[in-house]
Nanobody
Framework: QVQLVESGGGLVQPGGSLRLSCVASGRSISIYAMGWYRQAPGKQRELVAVISSGASTNYADSVKGRFTISRDNAKNTVYLQMNTLKPEDTAVYYC?????????WGQGTQVTVSS
């Protein structure tokens, strides 16, 4: 079992930045693909960014060039650096660990972009 705890969300003005962290416990995440997803009110959960066990990354088109996903396996932690935030980035952000058919989710952290 892997437990995931997100932090770093909050209220930020448009154009601002936030860094989300996801700390894993229970086992090493080094062999897991790790991802960030988000869900806005009334919308389906969507992929934001994913990083493989080999550190290859992939991003949703809507965040390319603004968000950066990274991982520190020694700290069992994944990060999402979010820059130039827009109101449409407002959502609950969830951390995910994936290995084949096994998926783990965190409880989510709220990000609100508003003036």
């Amino acid at each position: 079992q892997v437990q995931l705890v997100e932090s770093g969300g909050g209220l930020v003005q448009p154009g601002g930045s936030l860094r989300l962290s996801c700390v894993a416990s229970g086992r090493s995440i080094s062999i897991y693909a790790m991802g960030w997803y988000r869900q806005a009110p009334g919308k389906q959960r969507e992929l934001v960014a994913v990083i493989s066990s080999g550190a290859s990354t992939n991003y949703a088109d809507s965040v390319k060039g603004r968000f950066t996903i990274s991982r520190d396996n020694a700290k069992n932690t994944v990060y999402l650096q979010m820059n130039t935030l827009k109101p449409e980035d407002t959502a609950v952000y969830y951390c995910n660990a994936n290995l084949a058919v096994v998926w783990y989710w965190g409880q989510g952290t709220q990000v609100t972009v508003s003036s």
